[in-house]
């Protein structure tokens, strides 16, 4: 019969070797593997005769034999009944997996061992370590986030807060863990109602298992109320039943108050897109209005011309009949009432150049305020003892530009139309004084410009315009008077001047309290000057010169052609500048050049007058326009060294002016040395090289200024080559070297920058003058150029070229 207590042994040895677990047993003295049963060896990868070489250590490669010795040594002594640890075992093929280890020291037969249950959790261990990241993860991201998170478990506790939850609300996680959120957050209505969770928006979102978002006020430990955005979620499980909520909250109190912002700047940004709106709509209506005063002064200014032709016939003619001798003394009266008509009519057509900017003007440095107390005795004697004049003139006021003759006219005009609003009785107040004119105004004026100015200000007390009608007291023939009290034609003139001076004009009235009219005219640093012009009207006899009158109008010419042989002067007529041209280069002598402006053909007469000089220097010219904005007048003002008499003339005009003409074309200009008067009169700088003081090259396109150009350096001693493009400059100087540049800035084919810069480079002693009516480009400013302003006066290049 067999050993029960072996069979035993036998059926533990069996267990144990089949056993899930890995079962180690060591020796207590020589720590030696007695047992390794097949969980472990198959693991291991050793067989069981490796194993019984070997020790606990071998299979541990964090511990060293002493180590573990000192390890166990608890158990050895009787201090510990087991150890229970994890540490790394090594298999054969040198892998590694982690093993969580029971440790006993079990005796038997008083032979005590080692008994080991090992369990391989290298698994687990990752999926603790995927887990521990996971949450690592979540944690960093629920804690590091701004939005405010909350959790609540299926009684709707708090299961959760972060950190920026703690934040939001004032109370940590420890203090709301297992309290219903809605009694510590949400208890109270900011008017200090209580709130039932019942009527709770987001306690909503559980019981209902739905999403829930929008906005709500919670109450913060410190009892102040604050706004939230908030979100809430029911959590749900792999069955679909909601165990919790999560809570999702931010403090909106600055996106409240940007958005209260963003309301206020909606709202006072469609306050100002409407102003800006009604601004635009006002300078639109500005701009219509002074689109429709260009178009008229056009206009205006064409039949200002016609009428002047016209006039200049019937004129010369009365006058011319006036002188028969077989004319009675009742049909002289009736002439000279002719005679008197046609001078209203140029005063007409005067105003009507006016006001389109077309009449020349003679600008002078004046003082607005001697001209009005010089005005003083004449507006009493014109207005009347019952109007009260006032004058005022600011102390330390500047000179403005102006043509001082028409600043008389303008301000006698506006005293008259103020005498007739007041009925002629009434207060007249005449200003003057510095005024500066900001950005801000020209916003609100776009046909004002920035700078200095003199402002004159003409103020009466009587009935004012209307507003209706204000926009429209500038237009020709626009008048608030009865039928048959005015033409309409004072106020525009009046604009027309200030206009063409440059300058601004503005009106303020009021029905009932009176009418200022402002007028601003630039400042000019210039002195005043001295005198003003003598003027007559006795009738000057010629001497016989011959006179090649130029007109294409065939009535004018007849006309002007008797006048002048009744004035004691031979003439020769032409119909047009190229048969003027054929006259002069016949050789006939000729002492004066009269010839209208805008004549027919391809030969302008300004071209004329330059190729008549350069065979006659001594030749004088006299121009003649009803329609003066043409080649002779530039930005509404006469050029220098050029005279004109304006379309309709009386014959005692026109003998003044011719007699001046001649006068002036026969003598030397002042300064003028006797070996520069001796060159000129050699034949337009074909001297001899003593007579010669250098060359100079003009680079004008424009022929009557490249004329006024051309004559001041011929008579101080230059030899004048002249180019009308740059291109031809070029090929001027590349064939000639050149003491002197004077050129204009614009030219047809490019401006003139690069050309001085490489007339400079290739000569640095090169005079360089540049003539000019706009800006100068920096870079020239740095380059050593003198700088003529157009327009310029005879005096001014000489100064410029250092004469």
Not at 660 to 675: I, N, Q, R, V
């Amino acid at each position: 019969m067999p050993d029960t207590r072996e069979m035993t042994a036998e059926r533990l040895g069996q267990i144990v070797e089949g056993a899930a677990a890995e079962i180690y047993i060591f020796g207590h003295d020589d720590l030696r593997f007695l047992l390794v049963n097949k969980g472990a060896r198959d693991n291991l990868g050793y067989s069981k005769k490796e194993l019984a070489r070997l020790h606990p250590w071998d299979l541990k490669p964090e511990y060293t034999k002493k180590q573990f010795i000192e390890f166990v040594r608890p158990l050895l002594d009787g201090r510990e009944e087991h150890l229970q640890f994890e540490t790394v075992h090594e298999r054969k093929d040198g892998s590694t997996y982690d093993a969580s280890v029971r440790l006993q020291l079990i005796s038997s037969d008083d032979l005590p061992v080692f008994y080991a249950a090992i369990q391989d959790i290298t698994e687990q261990n990752q999926v603790r370590k995927e887990l521990q990241e996971v949450s690592g993860r979540l944690d960093a991201i629920l804690n590091n986030t701004t939005m405010a998170v909350f959790m609540m478990d299926e009684r709707q506790h708090c299961s959760f807060m972060n950190k920026a939850a703690e934040e939001l609300t004032g109370y940590t996680f420890e203090e709301t863990r297992g309290k219903p959120l809605h009694d510590v957050v949400h208890h109270t209505y900011p008017d200090g109602r209580p709130f039932p969770i019942e009527e709770c928006p987001i306690d909503r979102a559980f019981p209902e298992n739905h999403k829930t978002q929008g906005e709500e006020v919670f109450v913060h430990k410190d009892g102040s109320f604050y706004h939230v955005g908030f979100t809430a979620s029911p959590v749900i499980d792999s069955d679909g039943t909601p165990v919790g909520t999560v809570i999702e909250a931010h403090n909106i109190e600055e996106e409240l108050q940007a958005r209260e912002a963003l309301t206020s700047f909606n709202a006072a940004l469609r306050d100002r897109v409407d102003e800006a709106m009604t601004e635009r709509e006002e300078l639109e209506v500005q701009l219509v209005q002074a689109q429709k005063m260009e178009a008229l002064g056009q206009l205006t200014g064409g039949v200002a011309h016609d009428f002047n032709n016209l006039l200049q016939v019937i004129g010369g003619n009365l006058e011319l009949l006036k002188q028969d001798p077989i004319i009675d003394g009742r049909n002289t009266a009736r002439i000279n009432n002719a005679i008197s008509g046609v001078e209203r009519g140029a005063k007409l057509a005067s105003q009507l150049l006016a006001f389109g900017r077309q009449q020349p003007l003679n600008p002078k440095p004046i003082n607005a305020g001697r001209v009005l107390r010089g005005m003083g005795d004449m507006l009493r004697r014109t207005l009347g003892e019952t109007v009260q004049i006032e004058t005022i003139v600011s102390a330390g006021l500047w000179n403005c530009l102006a043509d001082p003759r028409l600043l008389e006219n303008v301000l006698l005009n506006l005293a008259i139309n103020a005498r007739d609003a007041m009925n002629g009785r009434g207060k007249l107040t005449l200003e003057a004084g510095n005024a500066s004119l900001d950005e801000e105004y020209v916003a609100a004026n776009p046909d004002a410009s920035v700078g200095k100015y003199v402002m004159i200000a003409v103020t009466d007390t009587g009935r004012g315009i209307p507003e209706e009608s204000l926009s429209k007291v500038f237009e020709p023939f626009f008048t608030t008077k009865a039928p048959g009290e005015g033409t309409g034609l004072g106020l525009s003139m009046v604009f027309g001047f200030v206009k063409q001076s440059g300058g601004h004009i503005a009106i303020y009235s009021e029905e009932g309290e009176g009418t200022t009219v402002r007028i601003y005219l630039p400042r000019t640093h210039k002195e005043e000057m001295s005198k003003r012009p003598a003027s007559g009207l006795v009738t000057a006899q010629g001497n016989d010169e011959v006179i090649l009158v130029v007109e294409d109008d065939e009535d004018v010419r007849a006309t002007v052609v008797e006048q002048l042989g009744n004035l004691g002067y031979r003439v020769i007529e032409a119909s047009s500048a190229d048969s003027a041209l054929a006259i002069i280069q016949c050789g006939i002598s000729i002492d004066l050049l009269f010839t209208d402006v805008v004549m027919p053909g391809k030969l302008r007469s300004p071209e004329l007058a330059r190729m008549a000089k350069e065979r006659m220097p001594n030749l004088a010219v006299l121009f003649t326009s009803g329609y003066t904005k043409n080649a002779i007048v530039h930005g509404g003002k006469l050029d220098d060294d050029i005279e004109l008499i304006s379309k309709p003339y009386s014959t005692e005009q026109l003998s003044q002016k011719i007699r001046a003409t001649l006068d002036m074309a026969g003598e030397p200009e002042a300064g003028d040395t006797t070996e520069a008067v001796k060159y000129r009169q050699n034949g337009n700088g074909k001297g001899t090289d003593g007579d010669r003081i250098g060359r100079a090259l003009v680079v004008e396109d424009e022929p009557l200024i490249r004329m006024t150009l051309i004559r001041p350096l011929e008579r101080a001693g230059y030899e004048v080559l002249e180019a009308d493009s740059l291109k031809t400059a070029r090929e001027r100087i590349k064939r000639t070297q050149v003491d002197v540049v004077v050129s204009d800035f614009g030219l047809p084919d490019g401006k003139a920058t690069q050309f001085l810069q490489e007339v400079l480079q290739k000569n640095p002693d090169v005079d360089i003058v540049l003539a000019t009516g706009g800006n100068v480009p920096e870079e020239l400013e740095q380059m050593p150029v003198s700088i003529l302003r157009k327009p310029f006066s005879g005096d001014a290049l000489k100064k410029a070229l250092g004469l």
